[in-house]
């Protein structure tokens, strides 16, 4: 019976936000007794319009301790202990996660998923792991040695574009936007020492690249009106007809048109900001507002060509001189509404010379910070769904109670499509009932099915009149471990390396760090320690930066063919071996670290994002866990050098994206209503 494997069930949850909430109180209304909750952070305004168990007198406070608070009132006689901390701190360790019957992830980032993955590998505990984007969301089961593990299956890579595209070639507004804020603002505001490709095309051409360093940088006595009407001249005109006449570029495209601020302010140039009150006064920092300052008040308002401009001259204006102390070391932040003003209007004046309609503050807020909306109820749907896989795991376990009619565990995927509000006429209805039933119904009891479908169905919306936009929900076959990954595999991995040359210290940094993703190696021959984390003592200073040739040579165990070296995150209690082979040469283009790893799987594949199903691409906030994850970066990628613009932290992923051709993965909203009739997509990517 289910709901004795419920009542006996000790459940770990990690994350208590969106989907976490939505669980918690399920898991409690579904009977499960006794809960464990970890979750660092502590409760936002922002969080309130989702996570239900939370109000506004919360703010500020533990979301584990007030979630379960919350629980208890219509739950008193169950147990919930909360952690207010971090799910990679060393007490969660490989005992702590043994006394659980099965964990659950209601996580938004990779780095903590692929840490508790490996725990419950190391634990030998089922995970359920789940994630949303939207109206997208997904729920996969990992049992050790039964299915693939969370990192069996490549995580798509950051959204990339070329950086061509991005300086000289702009088609869509989302390329205006990383323009804007990853260049131009970059440029202005940020680290001066780091790279930056504004003018990789322009001083291609006539100017040398000392002159246009010269443009933005401010002197001294210089007049602020002045210098901003310098900038904008400079990259929205000058810029501009410089690229033009690079004829090549423009034959099949459309010529775009450079804008001068004289042409658009012109009436103005003796009082620039119009009737601006320049003593405007601001609370703090953040709150300074060019928008503010010129008397605009709707972020829902798409300015026009003059408006964009006064927008973005008042901002560099303030910027200077409000915010003069931060300038030199911004980087660009969605909740800084300065910094949002101004990337809007530059991106909206740049769209305006390439053809390219403009946007809102709001929408280009929207995808500056790659945010997609989360939506409670999707949050709801998937924590249903957490529950369901969740008892059929546990009914697996307990082998006395109908093992053979308990289906092996699985992973639904489902997209859920509700066309945009106010654009078709919207009716409530409760469809939870068509969705359980396609679902495993079989698997729970019927009460049980009640309960969770009456506290997950309230605010599920649905339209009418597009019947076909339905939702689609999606048994995947169970599959097999993925052999070659090495986080679920036992077969060592090997190494390629010229031991002559490199350094035990390259195998750490290259190898070890960036792509097994070990924050805390400890390296071992046998029973020999060669490498261990932390300071490091003076006899292994010699060792770590001594070539491996002869590190190795001292050793008393080697393989035949090689090395074998056990590599064991102590952070993450993960253990792996590598069989160290040397090889003389390498291929400079090709394996330019001069190291082949193998018997792993690389975690992220650019060309597989092309046909991959809308689940993966919607950029992800709360990010679905196998495809979205941590998607949530836009970089470019030049064709010489490779570049990141935020820090990504699967490094492992970062050399598919020295491409030209991979690119664009942002695409239309629209991209989001799918999945109909598109399972061959599906099955083909996990199968595979
Ligand atoms: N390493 C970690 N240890 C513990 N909790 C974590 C860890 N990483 C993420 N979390 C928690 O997972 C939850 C993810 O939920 P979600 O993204 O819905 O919430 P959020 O971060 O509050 O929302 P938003 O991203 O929109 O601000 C968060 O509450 C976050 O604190
Ligand atoms: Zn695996």
């Not at 952070?41 to 584990?64: M, Y």
């Not at 998923?113 to 997904?138: I, K, M, Y």
């Amino acid at each position: 019976m289910a709901s004795e494997a419920i009542k006996g069930a000790k459940v770990l949850m990690v994350g208590a936000g969106g989907i976490g909430c939505e669980l918690l109180k399920t898991l409690a209304l579904s009977g499960f007794r006794d809960i464990h909750i970890i979750d660092m952070d502590t409760i936002e305004v922002s969080n309130l319009n989702r996570q239900f168990l939370f109000r506004q007198s919360h703010v500020g406070q533990s979301k584990a301790k007030v979630a379960r608070d919350a629980v208890l009132k219509f739950r008193p006689h169950i147990n919930i202990k909360p952690y207010h901390a971090n799910v990679k701190d060393p007490e969660f360790n490989v005992d702590f996660f043994k006394q659980f019957n099965v964990v659950l992830n209601g996580l938004d980032n990779l780095d903590a998923r692929r840490h508790v993955n490996r725990l419950c590998l190391a634990a030998d505990v089922p995970l359920v792991e789940s994630g949303t984007t939207g109206f997208l969301g997904q729920v996969t089961v990992h049992v050790k040695g039964k299915t693939e593990c969370y990192e069996c299956q490549p995580k798509p890579a950051p959204k990339t574009y070329p950086v061509c595209t991005i300086t000289s070639t702009p088609s869509k507004f989302v390329h205006c936007i990383v323009w804007a804020k990853d260049l131009l603002f970059a440029k202005l505001f940020g680290d001066k020492n780091q790279d930056n490709d504004l003018n990789v095309r322009s001083s291609d051409a006539a100017s040398s690249s000392e002159n246009v360093e010269d443009v933005f940088v401010r002197r001294n006595d210089e007049d602020i009106e002045q210098y901003g009407r310098k900038i904008f001249d400079h990259v929205f005109g000058y810029n501009i007809e410089l690229a033009l006449s690079n004829e090549e570029t423009w034959k099949n495209r459309n010529r775009p048109k450079p804008i001068y601020s004289k042409d658009i302010l012109s009436d103005e140039l003796a009082q620039p900001n119009g009737n601006v009150d320049k003593k405007c006064a601001f609370d703090d920092e953040f709150s300074v507002s060019a928008m503010a300052s010129l008397g605009m008040k709707n972020p829902q308002d798409i300015w026009s060509l003059k408006e964009n401009s006064r927008i973005f001259l008042e901002a560099l204006r303030l910027f200077f001189t409000h915010r003069g102390k931060d300038v030199g070391n911004l980087t660009f932040d969605k909740d800084d509404q300065l910094a949002v003003e101004f990337v809007t209007a530059a991106a909206n004046i740049r769209a305006a010379s390439f053809g390219i309609p403009p946007y809102s503050l709001f929408e280009a807020k929207g995808i500056a910070g790659n945010i997609v909306h989360a939506v409670a109820t999707t949050n709801a749907v998937i924590a249903g769904l957490i529950v369901i896989e969740t008892i059929k795991v546990l009914q697996n376990d307990i082998k006395s109670y109908r093992y053979n009619a308990i289906p092996v565990p699985s992973s639904y995927y489902f997209g859920l499509v509700v066309p945009s509000f106010g654009i078709c006429c919207m009716k409530r209805m409760k469809i939870l009932f068509l969705l359980y039933i396609k679902l495993a119904l079989h698997s729970i009891n019927f009460l049980m099915f009640l309960l969770i479908l009456f506290w997950t169905s309230c605010r599920m919306t649905y339209c009418l009149e597009h019947p076909s936009r339905k939702m689609l929900l999606m048994p995947v076959e169970p599959f097999e471990p993925n052999k070659s990954c090495y986080v679920c595999s036992e077969t060592p991995l090997s190494l390629e390396i010229n031991t002559k040359r490199a350094k035990l210290k390259d195998f750490v940094e290259k190898i070890v760090k960036a792509k097994l993703g070990m924050n805390l190696p400890l390296i071992m021959n046998s029973s020999n320690l060669l490498y261990e984390a932390g300071d490091v003592e003076d006899d292994m200073v010699a060792i770590y930066s001594a070539n491996l040739e002869k590190v190795l040579a001292e050793l008393p165990s080697p393989v035949t063919g090689g090395t074998m070296l056990t590599v064991e995150d102590m952070q993450q209690e993960f253990v792996c071996n590598v069989n160290i082979k040397h090889r003389e040469e390498f291929d400079e283009e090709k394996e330019p670290d001069s190291m082949v790893l193998s018997g792993w799987t690389q975690h992220v594949s650019a060309p597989e994002n092309k046909d991959k199903p809308a689940a993966n691409n919607g950029a992800s906030t709360s990010g679905a866990s196998v495809p979205a994850a941590e998607s949530d970066e836009i970089s470019i990628v030049s064709p010489t050098k490779k570049r990141k613009l935020t820090d990504v932290p699967n490094a492992p992923g970062n050399e598919t994206r020295n491409h030209q051709d991979e690119l664009q993965v942002i695409d239309d909203e629209d991209d989001l209503v799918m999945l109909e009739g598109n399972m061959e997509g599906f099955k083909k990517r996990k199968l595979s």
